[in-house]
């Protein structure tokens, strides 16, 4: 945002330079007192990662999320990065030997769709639900940082299953549910020491039948489909409106400044690019209206998610370049799942698509290699040929492509973050467990580790924990 | 009469081909039954019954011969704690016979009827091997409905007849624990203190009928048809379902039981393992979900992924379900049980308790269960082991009748593979 008004500003110098005679010379607006101006993060992460060790991780099959496998693989781990893949590397000096034997390492595993430590468990406790802002369908000013408990023990049960990265995303009752947030699996006392660095925020979007029941059931707008999309073009107009009051207000350097408004900061954040569209939608005729509602406000949609019907329209959605994120499994509980089948995953990848396998549920988090493994099985059933180099992706590189932070993880590539799984066996076998886990080269889970403890509190002291993990 | 009549002919143009001679060769046999595991065999089906199991059985002349190509033949798979036949899409209330708010029908609603041979969610849960489901009700608390039972739950079979009722009124299900608290007046001593009160009421209302039929019984809080329903119960004769999660609930379940002389079987028992010995001495079965091991409530906090193991070591006899009163997700029952021999429970076991298990446990182990001459012919034939993903059925019988492998996802799937 601030560069952009900065292009704008000499855009204008070069306007004067060109021949017309300045009246005024604009200058750049003295910089506004705090909470006038928008900052760019104003809950910024102080994520560090854990202590880490150099690492050989010897001989097991690696599966590197770029669409190789890899037999008698060696994975380095340094400085929290990867340092190098390959068969039959030799292991330098100063590192410590993992037996990979029979074991297999995938990418840490992301969930791009996750409500864990916003829907806290216990939670059939009312005062755990902090997922919907169910007060105006366009709660666009809401941020699910700000309703995320770090002790949610559903967050260590996700770790022991080999999730790394997630995202949390606020509910679907509304039709701007809010601003998403981006977190590092790790043990924390704050939301802020979660956080992803400099991955961007998502803006939570719901197509369908739940905004309209919500809000139809009170009288009021959305209560149909097509309620829910002049819903979105008239915040979209505003949200127009909105960052042109403020691009000329920063271009001229004059006057009062607009006032600030969260909703409307979060949706111009989207229309300047910042912010990533994350839009639940299970049918594929919303989806197509979506992609026609981003076009006449001019932004993109950057993933679909649970996008059931997502297999009716897969070369449309590859052409688009919008990810699929989408279950196996879940399917019938209301008429937009109704058509939903398990091939969608292998259908929206063999269309060229960007496939991803998400959870949306604390318990099938802990298994989506499993989740993955079904939509596999159904693909090769169709007779797809995808192998499970390429499929391993629907819940690693892919995910990441879909949360804006794939240049740094998501793949086991030399350089990017030491986010790893070591696999009792092929993450494809429903017996495969997850038996270490690294976030950024730290170990965060060893199941053989007799001193591993959970982080959540809520669980201390409570009867039957002694069996935990 | 015109739509009644179409409905028939539809139906009768959906039965699959009528039960023939089938021999299946060269498959694993995991028989479940006294046979145990058959390295390399061959089932003979006839009439819809198994004829013969074993390594050297004749081929009948004129048997249609399916090749098993070295894959496993397991017996079909029971769903236990399942609505299947009784939902199409379960926020559609108009598509769900699985629940009544009924003012005075709880524990007389006979889930037996009113069944959807139709449903298209059979052949969905089929294509996972189950091929029998344990039908039971649901709480519908509408209009503060305080009534204390469900209803009774059927066995149904997936083949589509019909006669799916494999047998009816099996069960009677009742919640205790914190969601029986909260329909017995918010506390569970509450619940109790009204169950031991209706269970009076119902052997009063048994040894006094023809007082009742007079008109002259003593004041009940039930109707007449629920207490008929719950005479078996009271009598012993039909067990009571008794969904309950914390260990100090499970006691007061087992004591409850022992006091009133009732049969029961506990439903959830997320905290099962800490009672494990207790559960055995009592001798009471145990259906669980083995994927569920988060503190959903403060009933659940010691919810484990080795609860069926730990169960089944202190010698219980475990069913292993998906989630309550599964529908849809019913195929990912075989994944449950592939998790569950993760967290330690042997592998037979999880097999038995998808099979043998709820087959003893609801009265129905001399027609299904395992693969034995005289048996109801459900048979599963698996590319692989069953309980992985990346295996698929090859064949799927139901009372002897082959199964297509098909469902309405897989022609949606094929509708648009076309088209695209």
């Known amino acids: ?469 | 009469m015109i739509r009644l009549l179409a409905t028939v002919f539809l139906l009768l143009a959906a039965l699959p081909a009528r039960a023939e001679t089938i021999a299946i060769v060269n498959a694993r046999l995991l028989t479940m039954g006294p046979q145990g595991e058959i390295e390399r065999g061959t089932v003979v089906v006839r009439d819809g019954r198994i004829a013969a199991v074993g390594a050297n059985v004749a081929i009948p002349t004129g048997a249609r011969v399916i090749d098993g190509n070295g894959g496993i033949l397991t017996p079909g798979f029971i769903q236990a704690d399942s609505t299947l036949g009784t939902v199409e899409v379960s926020q559609v209330p108009a598509s769900a016979d699985r629940a009544t708010h009924h003012d005075s029908i709880s524990a007389a609603f006979d889930i037996s009827l009113g069944l959807n041979p139709d449903s298209i969610l059979l052949p969905v849960a089929r294509l996972a091997g189950i091929t029998r489901a344990v039908v039971t009700p649901l709480y519908d608390d509408r209009g503060n409905r305080r009534l204390l039972f469900a209803g009774q739950a059927a066995v149904i079979d997936l083949g589509q007849r019909p006669d799916m009722v494999t047998r009816p009124r099996v069960a009677m299900v009742l919640e205790m624990g914190e969601s029986g608290a909260e329909r017995g007046g918010g506390a569970r001593g509450a619940e109790i203190a009204a169950l031991r009160a209706l269970i009076d009421d119902v052997r009063h209302f048994a040894r006094n009928l023809a007082l009742y039929d007079r008109g002259a019984g003593r004041p009940q809080t039930l109707s007449r048809t629920d207490l008929e329903a719950l005479i078996p119960v009271v009598e012993g004769r039909m067990p009571l379902i008794v969904r309950v999660d914390r260990a100090a609930d499970i006691r007061e379940a087992i004591a409850f039981a022992r006091a009133e002389r009732l049969r029961i079987i506990l439903d959830g028992a997320a905290e099962g393992w800490r009672v494990a010995d207790e559960i055995s001495r009592a001798g009471i079965p145990v259906i669980l979900d083995p994927m569920s091991n988060l503190p959903h409530s403060f009933a659940e906090l010691g919810a484990t992924m080795e609860n069926a193991a730990r169960l089944h070591t202190a010698g219980v006899t475990i069913i292993l379900k998906t989630g309550s009163g599964v529908a849809h997700r019913a195929r990912e029952l075989r994944y449950g049980a592939g998790n569950a021999v993760a967290y330690g429970l042997p592998y037979e076991a999880a097999l038995a308790a998808i099979t043998i298990n709820p087959a003893r446990t609801f009265g129905v182990a001399e027609r299904i269960g395992s693969i034995e001459p005289g048996k109801d012919a459900d048979l599963v034939l698996w590319t692989g082991d069953p309980f992985e993903p990346l295996s698929q059925p090859r064949a799927i019988l139901v009372r002897g009748v082959e199964q297509p492998l098909s469902a309405r996802p897989l022609d949606l799937r094929d509708r648009y593979r076309s088209m695209n």
Not at chain 1, 137 to 161: K, L
Not at chain 1, 327 to 354: P, R, S
Request: net charge negative; charged share 20%.
């Open chain 1, 1 to 469: 945002m601030r560069r952009a008004a900065a292009l704008l500003f000499l855009g204008a110098l070069v306007g004067c330079a060109a021949g017309e005679r300045p009246v005024a010379a604009p200058s750049a607006p003295a910089p506004l007192r705090a909470g006038l101006d928008a900052s760019p993060d104003p809950y910024p992460s102080t994520y560090r990662p854990g202590p880490s060790q150099r690492l050989a991780i010897v001989g097991a099959t690696v599966l590197t999320g770029t669409g190789a496998e890899i037999a008698n693989g060696t994975v380095l781990l340094a400085d929290g990065r990867i340092e190098a893949v390959g068969a039959g590397l030799p292991v330098p000096d100063g590192y410590q030997r993992i037996d990979g034997a029979g074991r297999w390492v995938t990418p840490g595993v992301i969930d791009a769709h996750s409500h864990v430590g916003i829907w806290s468990q216990p939670d059939s406790v009312e005062a755990h639900n902090d997922v919907n802002e169910l007060t105006e369908p366009n709660t666009a000013e809401v941020w699910a940082e700000h309703s995320v408990w770090p002790q949610d023990p559903g967050f260590d049960t996700a770790r022991e299953a080999g999730i790394t990265t997630l995202q949390i995303l606020p509910g679907s009752g509304n039709l701007f549910g809010g601003r998403t947030v981006t977190l590092r699996n790790v043990p924390a006392m704050s939301v802020q020491e979660m956080k992803f660095p400099g991955a961007p925020y998502g803006l939570k979007v719901a197509c369908g039948e739940n905004p309209k029941r919500v809000y139809g059931g009170r009288g009021r707008s959305p209560a149909s489909g097509m309620g829910n999309v002049a819903g979105y073009r008239r915040a979209w107009i505003d949200a127009a409106d909105y960052r042109r009051r403020w691009d000329s207000w920063r271009a001229s350097g004059t006057g009062d400044p607009p006032r600030r408004d969260l909703e409307l900061e979060t949706l111009a954040g989207v229309l300047g690019g910042e912010i990533l569209v994350q839009n639940h939608c299970y049918r594929a005729d919303e989806m197509a209206i979506m992609i026609d509602v981003a076009r006449e406000f001019g932004f993109r949609i950057r993933t679909f998610h649970h996008a059931n019907e997502a297999y009716k329209i897969a070369p449309l959605l590859a052409r688009e370049d919008i990810c699929v994120a989408t279950w196996t499994n879940w399917w019938g509980y209301k008429m937009e799942v109704f058509d939903a089948i398990e091939e969608n995953a292998a259908l929206v990848h063999e269309a060229g698509g960007c496939a991803i396998i998400h959870s949306d549920d604390p318990t099938v988090i802990q298994h989506l290699n499993q989740e993955a493994a079904a939509a596999l099985s159904a693909g090769r059933r169709a007779g797809l040929d995808i192998d499970e180099a390429e499929a391993i992706r629907w819940i690693t590189a892919n995910p990441a492509r879909a949360l804006g932070i794939s240049e740094t993880t998501g793949t086991l590539e030399p350089g990017k973050r030491a986010d790893v799984v070591l696999w009792s066996a092929n993450p494809f076998s429903i017996y495969a467990r997850a038996e270490r886990v690294w976030i950024d080269g730290a170990s965060v889970f060893d199941r053989r580790d007799p001193g591993y403890r959970r982080h959540s509190d809520f669980l201390v002291g409570q009867p039957g924990q002694e069996l935990r993990p």
